[in-house]
């Protein structure tokens, strides 16, 4: 079984403050998928990121920047200089690389920035 | 503009009534998933399909039922059965094929169902 924790269910911040949002996830598959993605008020979910757990480089894009460590089984995300348009909330989600592709979320951040 | 289109936006339905969501997509993708969401949680799988004519129940699919007659097209009717209808119901597709890697779901915009 699968399954993903976002221990954090609202975070704060004041425009241009860095703020990480966490997310540790199990699962016994030896190759699966990490994903983020923002669903602003509109509610339509948007694509951040894919990361295969083979591939445990961070990735940075922009003010967005993600931490992969298998060994702690986390997928931390990270978002440098936080401004008003970040208000959303974020669901980090995992997929298994056979059978069911289907995702398993966590039940998701809301990052509410302040101007 | 290639894209998922989901609609209506808004629906009302009174208990006992079967209602039909729909869901398009135009990115010629094989894969097409129905979630539900709840308030203040994550998104739960109710079906999914990797092909034409096949489907898979996920984990909530009590209640529900689709079909997959067009790669384009994937509805997902709420039935009658359906204990707790209201939800926001979203639509995705990839072009994840078995065999084949993992590839990002892309969203609609979701229907927000009302059930009284």
């Known amino acids: 079984a699968q399954k993903v924790t976002q221990a954090q269910t609202e975070i704060s911040v004041v425009e241009k403050e860095d703020v990480t949002l966490d997310c540790v996830y199990e699962t016994r598959d030896t190759t699966y998928y990490l994903f983020w993605y923002k669903q602003p008020p509109s509610g339509e979910l948007v694509f951040l990121i894919r990361r295969n757990s083979f591939d445990e480089q961070n990735e940075i894009s922009g003010r967005y920047s993600w931490n992969f460590q298998k060994s702690t089984s986390s997928f931390n995300f990270t978002i440098t200089a936080s401004q008003v348009v970040d208000s959303a909330v974020y669901f980090c989600a995992l997929s298994p690389d056979a059978g069911r592709r289907a995702l398993t979320f966590g039940s998701g951040t809301r990052l509410q920035v302040q101007p | 503009d290639g894209g998922i289109t989901q609609s209506p936006k808004y629906l009302f339905r009174k208990e006992g009534q079967n209602v039909t969501l729909s869901c398009e997509q135009n990115?010629?993708?094989?894969?097409m998933y129905w979630y539900r969401q709840d308030p203040g949680q994550g998104l739960r799988l109710i079906y999914y399909?990797?092909?034409?004519?096949?489907?898979q129940k996920g984990d909530i699919a009590e209640g529900y039922s689709v079909s997959r007659e067009k790669k384009e097209s994937f509805p997902l009717t709420v039935t009658s059965a359906q204990k707790n209808p209201t939800a926001f119901y979203l639509c995705a597709s990839s072009i994840s094929l078995t065999g084949l890697s993992s590839y990002e779901q892309y969203f609609g915009p979701g229907t927000r169902l009302t059930v009284t």
């Open positions: 990115l010629n993708h094989d894969a």
């Open positions: 399909s990797q092909i034409v004519n096949d489907f």
